[in-house]
């Protein structure tokens, strides 16, 4: 039977192309033959994401199956409790609704704070240990050839991906991990549900004076949340949620009048604050694929489903989508099946596809409920949320769903290898 060159071609070396890359070689070495191509491959390195993100016990538990935890623990900032509060902005005291002791077993915080360059660093070391052909180009264009009709198929049924350094890639299955603007998903003719929110998030970085004690704060002010999540030292990742014409007018303020805003929202209980690094701005929308696969096709991660950050869990979702893929792919390949068959995607495209439109769901709803100046609301919300912190059977159960840890987990979720 004539064999395509790759049996995987991933576009999109981000958090999801690289981990699954990664997945795929540990589980299947290297005759199953996989490749990344990414023109930004190790940008984030260079600084240019800001971005730090949770990550949640069970993609620490992913990452630490894979020996790609062991690289960040280092630089990792365990979430020990998390306070929620709801108030307008020129409030004095910003009463406390919820708290939540951040362990989801003794001894297992319920998540980690860690900067994405020094998670997507950590990944393309270890994807470079590997051996794992990176490449610096993007995929282009795609053409889908159907294998023949005969039993055995004389031509398989492969994709051949071209790429923007003018070489063709011949494979089984090509993952799109191409992020929110999916050129593949485009091109496959993949539609999406959702919507802008018409807000966007500031991100920055600040120093602060006193010990954080690893407690993240997310305080829902009327333009939406405004976090402040610990990092190592003394220093916190901030992502500000304001209207895109408000975040525009905050992003333009010389640094002193940006300080003065920022302090509005930050408060002085950790004492002096100075802003580090560059700020950034995101435009926040939702969007669900309508389709998580195509002919030869798997959409992951941010090219499948966009949410907003205000439960922290966008990239969350991105490895679950890599690992319920990973497992599903393992499986096809030990039983000698071709992992671009229709049946071997649609079993992928069943396990995610109803976990996203719920947690999309549910974040689009927490982010109308939060954001809006209405009393009535505030006054629903804040008795919901009092509720929630008197139940700690709830609370538990809260944590546990947030760490990724309830329903039908991947068994590299479950840090267990495929
Ligand atoms: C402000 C903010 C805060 C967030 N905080 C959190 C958090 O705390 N926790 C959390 O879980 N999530 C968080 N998220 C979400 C998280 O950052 C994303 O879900 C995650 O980065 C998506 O990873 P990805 O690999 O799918 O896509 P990306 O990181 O977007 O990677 C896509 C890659 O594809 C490459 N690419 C693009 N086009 C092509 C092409 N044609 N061919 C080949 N390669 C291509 C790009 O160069 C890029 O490297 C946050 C998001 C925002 C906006």
């Known amino acids: 039977m004539a064999r395509s060159d790759l049996d995987v071609l991933i576009a999109g070396g981000g958090f999801a192309g690289l981990t699954l890359a990664i997945a795929l070689r540990q589980a299947l070495g290297a005759s199953f033959a996989v490749a990344v191509a990414d023109p930004g491959l190790g940008r984030a390195a260079a600084g240019d994401d800001e971005r730090a993100s949770a990550i949640v016990a069970s993609v620490r538990r992913l990452f630490e199956t894979l020996g790609v935890w062991q690289r960040v623990a280092a630089d990792a900032q365990p979430i020990l409790d998390m306070v929620v509060t709801d108030s307008r902005l020129g409030d004095a005291v910003r009463p406390t609704f919820l708290t939540f002791a951040g362990e989801v077993e003794p001894g297992e915080p319920f998540a980690h704070m860690v900067e994405n360059r020094i998670v997507v660093d950590a990944l393309i070391a270890k994807a470079g240990d590997l051996g794992i052909d990176l490449r610096s180009a993007a995929v282009t264009d795609f053409t889908v050839s159907a294998a023949d009709g005969e039993e055995p198929p004389a031509h398989p049924g492969r994709i051949d991906a071209r790429l923007s350094d003018a070489n063709t890639l011949r494979s089984r299955l090509l993952v799109a991990a191409d992020g929110a603007r999916s050129t593949i998903r485009s091109k496959a003719g993949i539609a999406t549900h959702g919507w802008s ?75 002096e604050i100075k802003v580090i690094g560059k700020r950034r701005m995101h435009p926040l929308g939702f969007f669900v694929a309508r389709s ?127």
């Open 197 to 271: 929110y018409g807000q966007s998030a500031i991100v920055v970085n600040v120093a602060h004076a006193r010990d954080h004690q690893g407690r993240a704060e997310e305080h829902f002010l009327p333009a939406g949340p405004f976090a402040i999540l610990p990092l190592k030292g003394n220093r916190a990742s901030i992502v500000w949620t304001e209207t895109t014409a408000d975040a525009e007018r905050i992003m333009a303020l010389p640094q002193a009048d940006f300080a003065a805003e920022l302090e509005q929202r930050f408060k002085l209980h950790l004492g």
């Open 292 to 418: 998580f696969i195509a002919e030869r096709i798997a959409l992951i991660g941010d090219a499948a489903h966009l949410i907003h950050p205000i439960a922290g869990q966008g990239l969350n979702m991105g490895l679950k989508d890599v690992a319920a893929l990973a497992e599903v792919l393992v499986d096809a390949a030990r039983l000698g099946l071709d992992p671009g068959a229709l049946d071997v995607l649609e079993r992928y495209q069943r396990w995610r596809r109803f976990d996203t439109m719920a947690m999309g769901i549910a974040t689009d709803g927490l982010n109308r409920l939060f954001s809006n100046r209405s009393d009535v609301l505030r006054l629903v919300r804040d008795v919901g949320l009092g509720l929630v912190d008197r139940l700690p059977v709830l609370k538990r159960l809260f944590i546990r769903e947030a760490a990724g840890l309830v329903g039908e987990v991947p068994k590299l979720l479950r840090g267990e290898a495929l």
